[in-house]
């Protein structure tokens, strides 16, 4: 039986950087696609790249930086407004978010409603960044514990209360970017959704994988090599007290490895599927985690010259058939203006889950018909469009969820077997899946090192 140091499940932004921290050990990595990067996904075109999955990313001096600046990646700034949105089919991009009661075409009452329900969310993301905030001597760890129970305790509705109706479809489409209906979610995954690119201070996810974010995955693969197996569906992983067994299908045949540790860096669910070893009320815990399904379509264009939205990076759209439009030729708009252009559309929540049933083309079609009412310079213009279905999609708190047993475990310094990933976080947060991931690097390095001296 094959043995190593340790073995990494998954191979996304989590696994990714485990498997970074741990390069320097006998370590392999086990990913059940054919491709590395998860819900990082692009292909290029040209002198665009479609992005289909997700695509910010953080500033210098985060665990993800440190990876993509290791394996020579760029990142690019995004100029755009982030808060443009439709009402109706018309396009707005105000400069200020907190603008738009007075430039919006509404009725008294909705205004006052949009100003209302504006102040309730600024009060909650000003409370969410003091939430957020690392305490001195505070770990990552208990950081995120406590910033998770920030308004956990009521579902975004509640916070939010009911708006006239126009009003209460720009936050219900907002919200859907945590891949879940407002009345789901927990009021502080809605706030923290807000609190990305609001309340005076710069996004913490602010930038671009220069070629698309699919370079991630691309890259790491090429750079670990055939430290990586792709294909292979781990369907056991065993906690025997002196190593970890892992049972995985590749193409059809069974394997058996084991390791000193195994690092799992796979959605909760499937985690606690899996696992043998972990104790109940951590598999309780993980079991309890909740994902919601999400839909994009990756547009590129052939348009020759300027097009209204070049200033604008991302669209909120309450009453169409995506939630969000993201303009991702946005930060290659400085300069000399190249033909053509990327775009991509999104929809969460309860209309993602319906439009799971439909066939690729009918979605395509419905997603077209609503962007060409937006934008209708884009007719006849539309030289591509993909469609990629992210069935577990982006993880999100319910109210009440008590996720302190899994961090817990976590900080039990015996673990063999070690739980990292998107869902550490609201909105499956790369950093802090990533933050996840070098916590229990760290953990494994300094187990290793304990029972090499002990062996000398």
Same mark, same amino acid.
């Given at each position: 039986?094959?043995?190593?140091?340790?073995?990494?499940?998954?191979?996304?932004?989590?696994?990714?950087?485990?498997? !970074?921290?741990?390069?320097?050990?006998?370590?392999?990595?086990?990913?059940?696609?054919? =491709?590395?990067?998860?819900?990082?996904?692009?292909?290029?075109?040209?002198?665009?790249?479609?992005?289909?999955?997700?695509?910010?990313?953080?500033?210098?001096?985060?665990?993800?930086?440190?990876?993509?600046?290791?394996?020579?990646?760029?990142?690019?700034?995004?100029?755009?407004?982030?808060?443009?949105?439709?009402?109706?089919?018309?396009?707005?991009?105000?400069?200020?978010?907190?603008?738009?009661?007075?430039?919006?075409?509404?009725?008294?009452?909705?205004?006052?409603?949009?100003?209302?329900?504006?102040?309730?969310?600024?009060?909650?993301?000003?409370? !969410?960044?003091?939430?957020?905030?690392?305490?001195?001597?505070?770990?990552?760890?208990?950081?995120?514990?406590?910033?998770?129970?920030?308004?956990?305790? =009521?579902?975004?509705?509640?916070?939010?209360?009911?708006?006239?109706?126009?009003?209460?479809?720009?936050?219900?489409?907002?919200?859907?970017?945590?891949?879940? +209906?407002?009345?789901?979610?927990?009021?502080?995954?809605?706030?923290?959704?807000?609190?990305?690119? !609001?309340?005076?201070?710069?996004?913490?996810?602010?930038?671009?994988?220069?070629?698309?974010?699919?370079?991630?995955?691309?890259?790491?693969?090429?750079?670990?090599?055939?430290?990586?197996?792709?294909?292979?569906?781990?369907?056991?992983?065993?906690?025997?007290?002196?190593?970890?067994?892992?049972?995985?299908?590749?193409?059809?045949?069974?394997?058996?490895?084991?390791? +000193?540790?195994?690092?799992?860096?796979?959605?909760?669910?499937?985690?606690? =599927?899996?696992?043998?070893?972990?104790?109940?009320?951590?598999?309780?815990?993980?079991?309890?985690?909740?994902?919601?399904?999400?839909?994009?379509?990756?547009?590129?264009?052939?348009?020759?010259?300027?097009?209204?939205?070049?200033?604008?990076?991302?669209?909120?759209?309450?009453?169409?058939?995506?939630?969000?439009?993201?303009?991702?030729?946005?930060?290659?708009?400085?300069?000399?203006?190249?033909?053509?252009?990327?775009?991509?559309?999104?929809?969460?929540?309860?209309?993602?889950?319906?439009?799971?049933?439909?066939?690729?083309?009918?979605?395509?079609?419905?997603?077209?018909?609503?962007?060409?009412?937006?934008?209708?310079?884009?007719?006849?213009?539309?030289?591509?469009?993909?469609?990629?279905?992210?069935?577990?999609?982006?993880?999100?708190?319910?109210?009440?969820?008590?996720?302190?047993?899994?961090? +817990?475990?976590?900080?039990?310094?015996?673990?063999?077997?070690?739980?990292?990933?998107?869902?550490?976080?609201?909105?499956?947060?790369?950093?802090?899946?990533?933050?996840?991931?070098?916590?229990?690097?760290?953990?494994?390095?300094?187990?290793?090192?304990?029972?090499?001296?002990?062996?000398?």
């Amino acid at each position: 039986m094959e043995h190593y140091d340790a073995i990494i499940v998954g191979g996304g932004p989590a696994g990714i950087t485990a498997a !970074w921290a741990l390069r320097d050990r006998r370590i392999l990595v086990l990913e059940a696609g054919d =491709r590395l990067g998860g819900r990082l996904k692009s292909v290029p075109r040209g002198d665009y790249w479609i992005n289909l999955g997700g695509h910010l990313f953080p500033e210098q001096g985060s665990h993800i930086r440190s990876v993509m600046d290791d394996l020579g990646l760029g990142v690019i700034d995004i100029p755009g407004s982030k808060f443009a949105m439709t009402l109706g089919d018309q396009l707005y991009r105000n400069k200020r978010i907190e603008s738009y009661p007075f430039t919006l075409p509404m009725t008294f009452k909705e205004r006052v409603g949009l100003i209302r329900a504006g102040l309730r969310m600024l009060g909650g993301v000003h409370g !969410w960044r003091r939430a957020m905030k690392r305490r001195p001597n505070e770990s990552e760890t208990d950081r995120r514990a406590r910033a998770a129970t920030y308004l956990g305790d =009521r579902t975004f509705r509640e916070f939010l209360g009911t708006p006239p109706e126009r009003v209460d479809a720009i936050f219900v489409s907002a919200a859907r970017r945590a891949a879940s +209906e407002i009345d789901d979610q927990a009021a502080g995954v809605g706030v923290s959704l807000f609190g990305a690119v !609001w309340s005076g201070g710069k996004s913490s996810m602010a930038l671009n994988l220069d070629g698309g974010s699919g370079r991630l995955g691309d890259a790491a693969l090429a750079a670990l090599g055939d430290r990586v197996r792709l294909g292979a569906v781990v369907t056991r992983v065993v906690d025997e007290s002196d190593n970890v067994r892992i049972d995985y299908d590749q193409g059809g045949e069974q394997h058996t490895v084991s390791a +000193e540790h195994v690092v799992l860096a796979i959605p909760a669910t499937v985690a606690a =599927r899996v696992t043998v070893g972990l104790p109940a009320e951590v598999v309780n815990t993980l079991r309890s985690v909740t994902y919601g399904p999400f839909l994009t379509m990756g547009i590129l264009t052939s348009e020759t010259g300027p097009a209204r939205y070049d200033d604008i990076y991302a669209v909120t759209t309450p009453g169409q058939s995506f939630d969000m439009l993201f303009n991702h030729a946005n930060p290659l708009r400085r300069g000399p203006r190249r033909p053509g252009g990327s775009l991509m559309v999104y929809s969460g929540g309860a209309p993602a889950a319906d439009m799971m049933r439909l066939t690729d083309d009918e979605v395509r079609d419905i997603y077209l018909t609503d962007l060409l009412r937006i934008l209708p310079e884009l007719e006849g213009q539309i030289a591509e469009a993909i469609v990629q279905r992210w069935d577990i999609g982006n993880v999100y708190r319910r109210p009440g969820m008590d996720f302190g047993p899994v961090l +817990e475990y976590c900080r039990r310094p015996a673990n063999r077997i070690h739980l990292c990933g998107d869902y550490f976080a609201e909105l499956g947060n790369m950093e802090i899946a990533a933050g996840s991931a070098v916590e229990a690097a760290s953990s494994i390095c300094g187990s290793l090192a304990q029972s090499s001296a002990a062996r000398t």
